[in-house]
């Protein structure tokens, strides 16, 4: 075993600090990646100020992982020494159940190894995540990143980009289909560009007039302020899909209003609250509400490819180490446009 400069949050809601990192020696299955980029998810904010549920401390956050293998185990054949690589939500699944077999590693119900608060497989080894210099994984959850992708703007494609890309794959978003996208922050700006990248008509539809203009660089056709309740109606059963990334929601009606016949609403976005919807807005049309998480490891590459034919990555502020503590209270404060991504070349 060895030890990495990194940054962790000691315990709960504390500052995060610099840490060393333990990484377990390179097995035989093992890939070895030197970090370059690591990106900011609001998730990394939740778990370390234990919002969820209980953390395991100290953390060392980061599921959004971009750099450059430095070694390969005996076994690996698929990369070598100086790919450029990515590292996402989870290093290990169970590989058996049906959902493994399906190639649906997220969603594994018998043991999921997560990227950072949770165990290896050995379920004894506490994992630590992408802040830091270096990491140690199995090779089947290392994805390639394209060459046309910068690794810095490549990193948050490995949640916020998946996340998003699963829903729009799932439900068939592509010309002819209207989808909505709800929210403009680090999920939400890259439905945006994935939806009009698959060639729907994208509507943005957002409580901050100000996003308006964003939206409509990022690809969005129609701007929807979800605070006007005359534009709301007038944009009644308006959508086909709609994939609904709010983390700060009550009530699901005024967004189900929108759907038309046989509609989906997918939500992608966490609030801590229980949310409510009216059974006649459901029956009226066929509508539904689904939930998905992020992709399994198939999925996860098709997405970067698809990311790298169309020559997309995420908006991004590039910081230092030094300070990753403001930039959470500003990802809180939802003041970045629109993923904070840090530049590990300043541990």
Not at 6 to 35: C, H, Q
Not at 46 to 56: D, G, L, N, V
Not at 123 to 147: L, R
Request: aromatic share 8%.
């Amino acid at each position: 075993m060895t030890t990495v400069p990194g940054y962790a949050a000691p315990s709960a809601k504390a500052p995060l600090e610099p840490f060393d990192v333990p990484r377990r020696d390179l097995g035989p299955d093992d890939v070895s990646i030197d970090i370059q980029y690591s990106g900011i998810c609001h998730s990394d904010i939740h778990q370390a100020r234990e919002e969820w549920f209980t953390s395991i401390f100290p953390m060392v956050p980061g599921h959004e992982i971009a750099g450059v293998v430095s070694a390969v185990g005996s076994n690996v054949t698929r990369l070598k020494v100086g790919d450029r690589v990515g590292v996402g939500c989870n290093v290990g699944s169970c590989g058996n159940c049906p959902t493994c077999q399906k190639g649906q590693q997220s969603y594994c119900g018998v043991q999921i190894a997560p990227t950072y608060n949770g165990y290896e497989m050995d379920g004894v080894t506490p994992t630590y995540g992408g802040y830091a210099k270096n990491i140690v994984t199995d090779q089947e959850f290392v994805f390639t990143i394209p060459d046309s992708i910068g690794l810095d703007v490549a990193a948050p494609l490995l949640c916020a980009g998946i996340t998003l890309y699963q829903p729009l794959a799932e439900w068939k978003a592509g010309p002819g289909v209207r989808v909505g996208i709800v929210g403009l922050g680090g999920l939400g700006h890259m439905g945006v560009k994935i939806a009009a990248a698959m060639g729907a008509e994208v509507t943005l539809i957002s409580h901050s007039p100000h996003k308006e203009e964003d939206g409509y660089r990022l690809g969005a056709k129609h701007f929807l302020l979800s605070s006007d309740k005359e534009a709301m109606k007038a944009a009644d059963s308006s959508l086909d899909l709609i994939v609904n990334t709010a983390s700060a929601l009550t009530s699901l009606d005024p967004y189900l209003r929108l759907l038309d016949f046989d509609g989906t609403m997918v939500l992608v976005g966490l609030p801590e609250n229980d949310l409510t919807f009216s059974a006649f807005n459901m029956v009226a049309k066929r509508r539904r509400i689904a939930g998905t998480n992020n992709g399994g490891v198939p999925q996860t590459q098709e997405m970067l490819d698809f990311c790298g034919e169309h020559g997309l990555g995420a908006d991004i502020e590039l910081i230092g180490f030094d300070k990753v503590n403001e930039a959470w209270d500003r990802v809180v404060a939802s003041d970045v446009k629109y993923r904070f991504v840090l530049d590990t070349s300043t541990l």
